[in-house]
């Protein structure tokens, strides 16, 4: 059975930082592509990063680009975000997620429970 757990989520000052960790199991993690989400109180749910398989090839959402970095480690089955200059703005429950190709169309088909990163003024 699939599970994805995050982790590192907290209150933090604006200009602070959290790394967030998702670990996955019953996952071929080393086969997918990782996916970080968010959403904000009234918000629907926006990209923030994703990780190929082999953690050579990284992708941002605009407003979260030289801020955050994500990571993985294939041997822990984990895949990190790394939060710098966190503003207020980037508070909301933060989710992971891995990719599967379904009939040639990536889908993101199994999520993490959130974890709540709230960053103060």
């Known amino acids: 059975q699939v599970q994805l757990v995050e982790s590192g989520g907290g209150l933090v000052q604006a200009g602070g930082s959290l790394r967030l960790a998702c670990v996955c199991s019953?996952?071929?993690?080393?086969?997918?592509?990782m996916g970080w989400f968010r959403q904000a109180p009234g918000k629907e749910r926006e990209f923030v990063a994703r990780i190929n398989y082999m953690g050579s090839i990284t992708n941002y959402a605009d407003s979260v680009k030289g801020r955050f970095t994500i990571s993985r480690d294939n041997a822990k089955n984990t895949v990190y975000l790394q939060m710098n200059s966190l503003k207020p703005e980037d508070t909301a429950v933060y989710y992971c997620?891995?990719?599967?190709?379904?009939?040639?169309?990536?889908?993101?088909?199994?999520w993490g429970q959130g974890t709540q990163v709230t960053v103060s003024s």
């Open positions: 019953g996952c071929t993690f080393s086969s997918l592509t």
């Open positions: 997620a891995r990719r599967q190709i379904v009939s040639g169309v990536p889908q993101y088909d199994y």
